[in-house]
């Protein structure tokens, strides 16, 4: 058994029922764990476009880390997503963040098509926020404490960060 900490993103469409929709096909699966609110975030990265929502869901079982990546792909695709631009807007984006196994040790990788931690997430205010939300002691492994890396964030790239449910 592993747990895994998957990061969703949607920019496009009816972002909430997207998520919802991958959210609810993680709970049919049985290896649902928990997972965040919604947030809007606005846009990370060089390329304009309309701000996403955002979620953290926490995951176990028997997947390996390439298994959560196959499961992730799969819902992105029943999401209806194609391979568009790099860091540019999409239906749905499912990351895998972190992969822990049973004896409680960090999966690390730093192969391109799997790397894990995930590179990015330690500087992604849109993948901090909803974790420490769902978890105050998340830790993300060789980068330390959640709570932590946020404080280290801008200001305002934390507050930009905006629970959905209360727009
Ligand atoms: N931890 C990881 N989670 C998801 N994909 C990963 C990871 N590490 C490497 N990849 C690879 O990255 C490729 C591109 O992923 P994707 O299209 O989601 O990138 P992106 O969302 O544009 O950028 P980013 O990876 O910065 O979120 C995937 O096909 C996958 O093989
Ligand atoms: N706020 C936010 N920005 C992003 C996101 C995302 O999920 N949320 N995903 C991206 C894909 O690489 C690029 N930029």
Redesign the pocket.
Known sequence: MTRAVLSLGANLGDRAAVLRAAITALHDDGVLVARSTLYETPPWGPVEQPPYLNAIAVVRGDRDAAGW?AR?HELEQAAGRTREV??GARTL?V??VTVTGDDGRPVLSDD?????P?P?AHERAFVLVPWLGLDPAAELPGHGRVADLLAALPAEDVDAVVRWDQL
């Open positions: 990546l992730a790099r860091w984006d990351d895998v391109p098509l799997l790397t894990l995930h990015r």
